[in-house]
């Protein structure tokens, strides 16, 4: 079965470092999405990203933040100086179609990124 | 304000028992409702979805319920199994078109004992 995957699955980063985060989603899937998940709290919707530009991004999703799609197969969320407070675990999920019909966005198994 | 609120926090059940948990939602308008499993350092995994005019969904041994009119839903796991130690997350979407507006529940942590 398809999946989506992340790399790295750990990342450690002294705090103002650049960070870049991977992700392959699913070969036919069109629409996708980074997440974070801090320690011990909800999922949070960070940004979605459409036909090669952003949907939709939320509050947490600064300046400091960018994603990508740099070839065919690749989604890159790019954290540019990294703090304390972004310590997380990052899921990126596609789905076929967007939000509004029945369509399941599918998770990554995460990358657990550590701002010292 | 839309909100999505589980039940309970965490549970621990026997393995071979069963355990319903629990998910009230005050989003509105209301498209669907999914319930994922999440172990612990995974990303979460889809187990039902469900739009209003459905009442119960099936997956193996997990049967989930809604009820539109009160917003509530429930998972029923059935003959519990330790695999199903995990984080079980109720995530309502609300009625358009919108990936931001989607409301994560934060949660039951559900641990099976042998």
């Known amino acids: 079965e398809p999946e989506v995957t992340q790399t790295p699955s750990h990342q450690v980063t002294q705090m103002g470092q650049e960070v870049i985060l991977r992700c392959v989603p699913i070969s036919n899937h069109l629409y996708f999405y980074w997440y974070r998940q801090i320690l011990g709290q909800k999922v949070e919707f960070l940004v979605s990203?459409?036909?090669?530009?952003?949907?939709?991004k939320s509050e947490i999703f600064d300046d400091q933040f960018s994603v990508e799609r740099p070839d065919g197969s690749n989604f890159t969320l790019k954290i540019r100086s990294t703090k304390l407070e972004d310590s997380a675990m990052y899921f990126c999920?596609?789905?076929?179609?967007?939000?509004?019909?029945?369509?399941?966005?599918?998770f990554g198994p995460g990358t657990r990124l550590l701002v010292l | 304000k839309n909100q999505v609120e589980q039940s309970p926090q965490s549970l621990i059940i026997l393995e071979g028992k069963n355990c319903t948990l629990q998910?009230?939602?005050?989003?509105?308008?209301?498209?669907?409702l999914r319930w994922y499993k999440q172990d612990t350092g995974r990303g979460p995994v889809s187990l039902t979805i469900?739009?209003?005019?459905?009442n119960t969904k099936s997956n193996g041994r997990y049967t989930a319920t809604l009820d539109a009119d009160t917003k509530q839903s429930s998972l029923h796991i059935t003959a519990s199994q330790l695999s199903d130690s995990a984080s079980y997350i109720c995530v309502v979407s609300p009625g358009y078109s919108s990936a931001s507006k989607i409301i994560f529940g934060s949660g039951t942590r559900l641990s099976i004992r042998p």
């Open positions: 990203f459409y036909n090669n530009e952003i949907s939709e």
């Open positions: 469900m739009t209003f005019s459905e």
């Open positions: 998910c009230n939602y005050t989003v509105s308008p209301f498209s669907n």
């Open positions: 999920a596609s789905s076929a179609t967007g939000q509004g019909t029945q369509e399941t966005q599918y």
